[in-house]
T-cell receptor
């Protein structure tokens, strides 16, 4: 099992540019979560999907952030335009359908730096 | 009511000592309490979890103690090792894979000195 795959692993961009983060969940998992991690705020849930449908996007900071899940094996998180305060590590996690335990499997993260 | 409060923010322990991290929650509907471990440069990974029908769960050197009346739970790491140095997150949720998301504490950075 390859685990959750995220790309890119590192992204450096300039303020105002569009940034797209990508995630491939574990095969057979039907829930997908996007988190942001910073020293100040810890691990924050941005949005999560069940069966490709967004369930809770209350953690999305503002309209500059958008997330899509066009199919069960792919999701994107887009920031447009990016700002320096968006600098963080972004994690994607997935969860197995019908899991008896609410165990989420995290990817390795994307470290985003906005200059 | 959705918060999980975690303390301390950081912890330094000598090798062989006991590490203790505490968490408190408010929502009495929560009935699943996992701990996640995160090493530098990696994503968090499930370490151990407990449901409130038991007061303690032990897996190797790691033990969760749960106090339902106080709405508190804690992670104890016995015989702490330098390899345990990581950030630990407590979390809470409703039991079951379809019951929404985990609410995470802000994390505790543990350093175990040799």
């Amino acid at each position: 099992d390859a685990g959750v795959i995220q790309s890119p692993r590192h992204e450096v961009t300039e303020m105002g540019q569009e940034v797209t983060l990508r995630c491939k969940p574990i095969s057979g998992h039907n829930s997908l979560f996007w988190y942001r991690q910073t020293m100040m705020r810890g691990l924050e849930l941005l949005i999560y999907f069940n069966n490709n449908v967004p369930i809770d996007d209350s953690g999305m900071p503002e309209d500059r952030f958008s997330a899509k899940m066009p199919n069960a094996s792919f999701s994107t998180l887009k920031i447009q335009p990016s700002e320096p305060r968006d600098s963080a590590v972004y994690f994607c996690a997935s969860r197995r359908a019908g899991s008896s335990y609410n165990e989420q499997f995290f990817g390795p993260g994307t470290r985003l730096t906005v200059l | 009511q959705q918060q999980v409060k975690q303390s301390p923010q950081s912890l330094i322990v000598q090798k062989g000592g006991i590490s203790i991290i505490n968490c408190a929650y408010e929502n009495t509907a929560f009935d699943y309490f996992p701990w996640y471990q995160q090493f530098p440069g990696k994503g968090p990974a499930l370490l151990i979890a407990i449901r409130p029908d038991v007061s303690e769960k032990k897996e190797g050197r790691f033990t969760i103690s749960f106090n339902k009346s106080a709405k508190q739970f804690s992670l104890h790491i016995m015989d702490s090792q330098p390899g345990d140095s990581a950030t630990y997150f407590c979390a809470a949720s409703l039991y079951g894979g379809s019951q929404g998301n985990l609410i995470f504490g802000k994390g505790t950075k543990l350093s175990v000195k040799p």
